[in-house]
């Protein structure tokens, strides 16, 4: 066995036997576990009678007919039990100024929000896009949202005017709400221009009103009748806002995800469910109490800022960092000056803010962690992609001074929530790896057929049974739901997508990467499809091209594009700059997060017989490797020759 790091000494859940003996409840009674843990985690208008309805299977309801308010669960009850001075948020912006917003103070900007989006006919149902920076306003525009019952859809702020509009198309959504411009790394991205780009020429009909928080005064463009400062609105509206209380199974957010086909996918989440995972993996994988100070890094654009920003911690009553800027300005040493500042306990971030902190450390020795008293960390989390084990140690050793354990945490935008993962208190960690399924969460290893893989062999990772916080369809495509998630040879298995195996000894899990084609680039989900698609709609310059990933220290995995162009293959200085103009191209398509780290042209592209191009050898192609996969198949061997180097 190799080495095992000891979990924390106290915790909620204290020792193996403990853990086990939740995992025993609920498989002695599966649907009563979760009844028990939404019971105790909720406050509810109406009690649910019923936990699992399994009837439309793989469209499944939990705790239907309770009634409740996710907002209400967020911020009054805190209140109302005499907790509103407590802190709810504490907002560094991006040049470090700090505002504490108490819940009396939270809940007060709710309502008037909510009241706000009330007067301009927003109604439960209805669909709310919020494209913001990271804000306590943004956090409030979600509570909102919800307190009045509408749907939203929040959009990363570095998403493209044509991803945005996609979206608010998709969700046929009626209101935006958004900021003058988002503050980042000491420059300002002019959010709001490209929101007005996104609506041009009547591209979004549904779309009737715009409401802009002014966070830098910059200077904007103004559309009369659709545009609304949000100050302007709020100031007219009462603090206090009547609860809608809505059902269960009520969809409390749509979140675009990236799929292995077609247009990215809205992810649908429930209310009751989704709030009930949220809080409980809040408590139990970081063990959150009241004298903690916990900061999730996530941006409130990916679900990981749903879950562990926007409504987690709320839920529990927690006192939570929101930080608008980067990792890396004024210096790489921003983390542990903001960690030592504000006594952060608990931190939660990604293995890429990890990794290119390491190498910043190595050459600028000022910023290392060894200069900030981080002695106030109890429990780090890492999220988003595979953490490697330097990293890990690094992580482990340096921010969490050989002190604090890592929750090394395995979820998608389509759980909701932790799925896998060590706990406090609990689970010996071992570097790599994810360790142990969430208790109650039926995670398994099987192969094509969803027989069970026997430990210490890969397979598939799938999840057995339904679990509260899980996807509830696709918005807008069931079909699509049931094809991607619940494919008919894995016998009613939810497919996660990713490949993973399971430890002989420990039974512990470690994610090999996903087995579709989705990339992950800096904990970023990509689908190589939409990159492509994106890429020959440059219909001036592009005939083909085929996205896949490789391996990079920094991101995880990179993007690398072979081209095809209509005209004849460019070389030196011609190639290097089509290759800028095209990478710039699919930053304006989809994003600076889609931008290909290398593009490489050829003449054409490696084809079997038929047609179809082998994606397998330009995996191999990219990574450098020599290729040893059988080319008997290929219409044009020699194409391989050429596509092995870079321009
Ligand atoms: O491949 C897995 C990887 O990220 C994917 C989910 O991406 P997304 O929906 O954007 O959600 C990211 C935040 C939860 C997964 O299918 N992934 C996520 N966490 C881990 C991981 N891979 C390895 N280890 C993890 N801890």
């Known amino acids: 066995m190799?080495?095992?790091?000891?979990p924390l000494t106290q915790a909620?859940?204290?020792?193996?036997?403990?853990?086990?003996?939740?995992?025993?409840?609920?498989?002695?009674?599966?649907?009563?576990?979760?009844?028990?843990?939404?019971?105790?985690?909720?406050?509810?208008?109406?009690?649910?009678?019923?936990?699992?309805?399994?009837?439309?299977?793989?469209?499944?309801?939990?705790?239907?007919?309770?009634?409740?308010?996710?907002?209400?669960?967020?911020?009054?009850?805190?209140?109302?039990?005499?907790?509103?001075?407590?802190?709810?948020?504490?907002?560094?912006?991006?040049?470090?100024?700090?505002?504490?917003?108490?819940?009396?103070?939270?809940?007060?900007?709710?309502?008037?929000?909510?009241?706000?989006?009330?007067?301009?006919?927003?109604?439960?149902?209805?669909?709310?896009?919020?494209?913001?920076?990271?804000?306590?306003?943004?956090?409030?525009?979600?509570?909102?949202c919800a307190r009045i019952g509408a749907t939203h859809s929040v959009v990363f702020g570095g998403f493209s005017a044509q991803?945005?509009?996609?979206?608010?198309?998709?969700?046929?959504?009626?209101?935006?709400?958004?900021?003058?411009?988002?503050?980042?790394?000491?420059?300002?991205?002019?959010?709001?221009?490209?929101?007005?780009?996104?609506?041009?020429?009547?591209?979004?009909?549904?779309?009737?009103?715009?409401?802009?928080?002014?966070?830098?005064?910059?200077?904007?463009?103004?559309?009369?009748?659709?545009d609304h400062w949000l100050h302007e609105l709020t100031e007219q509206q009462p603090e206090t806002c009547e609860p809608e209380w809505v059902?269960?199974?009520?969809?409390?957010?749509?979140l675009y995800t990236s799929g292995s086909t077609g247009k990215p996918k809205g992810v649908q989440h429930s209310s009751g469910g989704y709030l009930l995972h949220a809080a409980l993996t809040t408590s139990w994988t970081?063990?959150?109490?009241?004298?903690?100070?916990?900061?999730?890094?996530?941006?409130?654009?990916?679900?990981?800022?749903?879950?562990?920003?926007?409504?987690?911690?709320?839920?529990?009553g927690g006192t939570e960092l929101v930080f608008e800027g980067v990792p890396t300005y004024p210096d790489a040493g921003r983390f542990w000056q903001m960690i030592q500042k504000h006594k952060v306990t608990v931190f939660y971030t990604a293995p890429t803010a990890i990794r290119s902190l390491i190498k910043a450390a190595e050459t600028t020795p000022a910023v290392h962690p060894k200069n900030?008293?981080?002695?106030?960390?109890?429990?780090?989390?890492?999220?988003?992609?595979?953490?490697?084990?330097?990293?890990?140690?690094?992580?482990?050793?340096?921010?969490?001074?050989?002190?604090?354990?890592?929750?090394?945490?395995?979820?998608?935008?389509?759980?909701?929530?932790?799925?896998?993962?060590?706990?406090?208190?609990?689970?010996?960690?071992?570097?790599?790896?994810?360790?142990?399924?969430?208790?109650?969460?039926?995670?398994?290893i099987v192969d094509e057929t969803g027989h069970d893989v026997p430990n210490g062999q890969g397979g598939i990772l799938v999840v057995k049974k339904p679990?509260?916080?899980?996807?509830?369809?696709?918005?807008?495509?069931?079909?699509?739901?049931?094809?991607?998630?619940?494919?008919?040879?894995?016998?009613?298995?939810?497919?996660?997508?990713?490949?993973?195996?399971?430890?002989?000894?420990t039974g512990y899990f470690t994610i090999t990467g996903r087995i579709d084609d989705v990339l992950n680039v800096s904990g970023h989900r990509m689908g190589t499809m939409e990159i492509e698609s994106a890429l020959v709609s440059h219909t001036e310059l592009v005939a083909e091209a085929a996205v896949v990933g490789r391996p990079d220290d920094l991101t995880g995995e990179a993007i690398c594009a072979f081209v095809v162009l209509k005209r004849?293959?460019?070389?030196?200085?011609?190639?290097k700059a089509i290759a800028n103009e095209l990478r710039n191209w699919v930053a304006k398509e989809i994003g600076p997060i889609a931008k290909p780290k290398e593009i490489r042209f050829g003449d054409n592209l490696p084809k079997t017989r038929s047609g179809k191009i082998m994606r397998r050898l330009l995996r191999s192609l990219a990574k450098g490797e020599a290729v040893t996969q059988d080319t008997s198949t290929l219409e044009n061997p020699a194409i391989l020759d050429q596509l092995a180097k870079a321009n």
């Open 467 to 505: 679990w509260p916080s899980m996807i509830r369809t696709i918005w807008g495509d069931p079909e699509r739901y049931k094809k991607s998630y619940f494919p008919e040879e894995l016998k009613g298995y939810y497919l996660a997508g990713d490949g993973a195996s399971r430890a002989a000894d």
């Open 12 to 144: 909620r859940i204290q020792g193996m036997a403990a853990y086990q003996a939740l995992c025993d409840e609920a498989e002695r009674d599966y649907a009563g576990y979760w009844a028990r843990l939404g019971r105790e985690y909720i406050s509810w208008k109406q009690p649910f009678t019923k936990s699992l309805d399994d009837s439309q299977a793989p469209f499944f309801k939990w705790f239907e007919d309770g009634l409740l308010n996710v907002s209400y669960n967020c911020l009054d009850r805190h209140v109302e039990a005499g907790r509103g001075d407590r802190t709810a948020i504490i907002f560094e912006t991006d040049d470090g100024q700090v505002r504490n917003t108490s819940y009396s103070q939270l809940l007060a900007l709710t309502c008037r929000l909510a009241n706000a989006l009330k007067a301009k006919g927003v109604k439960k149902g209805d669909r709310v896009v919020i494209y913001m920076p990271m804000s306590v306003e943004g956090v409030a525009a979600m509570q909102a």
């Open 286 to 316: 970081f063990d959150l109490q009241d004298s903690d100070v916990f900061w999730c890094t996530a941006d409130i654009g990916w679900v990981t800022g749903h879950s562990y920003i926007a409504y987690g911690p709320l839920a529990l």
């Open 372 to 444: 900030y008293d981080l002695s106030s960390l109890r429990i780090l989390g890492s999220v988003g992609e595979p953490i490697n084990p330097a990293a890990w140690l690094w992580y482990y050793e340096n921010v969490g001074g050989s002190r604090c354990p890592i929750m090394d945490t395995w979820w998608q935008t389509e759980t909701g929530g932790h799925m896998i993962t060590p706990l406090p208190g609990v689970t010996p960690q071992l570097p790599g790896s994810c360790t142990l399924p969430f208790p109650g969460i039926q995670a398994a």
């Open 568 to 575: 004849s293959r460019p070389t030196g200085d011609e190639a």
């Open 247 to 254: 059902d269960a199974e009520h969809p409390l957010f749509l």
């Open 2 to 6: 190799s080495t095992l790091f000891p």
């Open 163 to 226: 991803s945005l509009r996609d979206r608010i198309q998709d969700a046929g959504a009626v209101a935006l709400i958004t900021a003058d411009e988002q503050l980042r790394g000491g420059k300002a991205l002019p959010l709001k221009a490209i929101v007005d780009d996104a609506l041009a020429d009547g591209a979004c009909p549904t779309l009737k009103d715009v409401i802009v928080y002014k966070r830098t005064g910059g200077a904007i463009n103004w559309t009369a009748h659709r």
